[in-house]
């Protein structure tokens, strides 16, 4: 079987193709197609607050992340009547309050109490419907001036 010079250019080409082809395919693969997939981050963030709270929510209860706007490690998770926050007891003088924002509009939900792994308040957010994000500030005065915002989410 004699093959002609320009089936042999061909099929060379062909597989240099395939060969890079391949390459390609693989140098642009991500690791994370190829590992198992981690349960949500928000799982296993509820399950941090219950444990550490030694408080059980509900399957059914939405609720949202509250995150740093600091930069520091505090962290918090708010449902629609409880906030709870895991952060260091504030210096002497201060305290922490939440509050509910909508469009620049703050509302005070109160000073934040001490419990087992952190802060907690009770609220009834049926009051404010339209109110959709928590922030949780860290006050000297407990008045209607926030002063200085610590987390933050919305629902």
């Given at each position: 079987?004699?093959?002609?010079?320009?089936?042999?250019?061909?099929?060379?080409?062909?597989?240099?193709?395939?060969v890079?082809?391949?390459?390609?395919?693989?140098?642009?693969?991500?690791?994370?197609?190829?590992?198992?997939?981690?349960?949500?981050?928000?799982?296993?963030?509820?399950?941090?607050?219950?444990?550490?709270?030694?408080?059980?929510?509900?399957?059914?209860?939405?609720?949202?992340?509250?995150k740093?706007?600091?930069?520091?490690?505090?962290?918090?998770?708010?449902?629609?009547?409880?906030?709870?926050v895991?952060?260091?007891?504030?210096?002497?003088?201060?305290?922490?309050?939440?509050?509910?924002?909508?469009?620049?509009?703050?509302?005070?939900?109160?000073?934040?109490?001490?419990?087992?792994?952190?802060?907690?308040?009770?609220?009834?957010?049926?009051?404010y419907?339209?109110?959709?994000?928590?922030?949780?500030?860290?006050?000297?005065?407990?008045?209607?001036?926030?002063?200085?915002?610590?987390?933050?989410?919305?629902?």
């Amino acid at each position: 079987m004699n093959l002609s010079k320009r089936e042999v250019t061909v099929g060379f080409v062909v597989v240099v193709l395939v060969v890079f082809g391949l390459l390609y395919f693989f140098s642009f693969r991500k690791k994370d197609d190829i590992s198992p997939t981690p349960p949500p981050p928000s799982i296993e963030y509820k399950q941090d607050f219950e444990r550490e709270f030694k408080y059980d929510i509900p399957e059914n209860t939405a609720y949202i992340e509250l995150k740093s706007v600091t930069g520091g490690d505090e962290r918090g998770l708010a449902t629609k009547n409880e906030i709870l926050v895991d952060t260091k007891d504030p210096e002497e003088g201060y305290f922490y309050q939440a509050w509910l924002e909508k469009d620049g509009d703050f509302i005070s939900l109160g000073k934040l109490q001490i419990a087992k792994g952190g802060f907690i308040l009770s609220f009834d957010s049926t009051k404010y419907p339209e109110y959709k994000k928590v922030v949780i500030s860290k006050e000297k005065v407990l008045d209607k001036n926030l002063e200085t915002k610590i987390l933050e989410g919305s629902f």
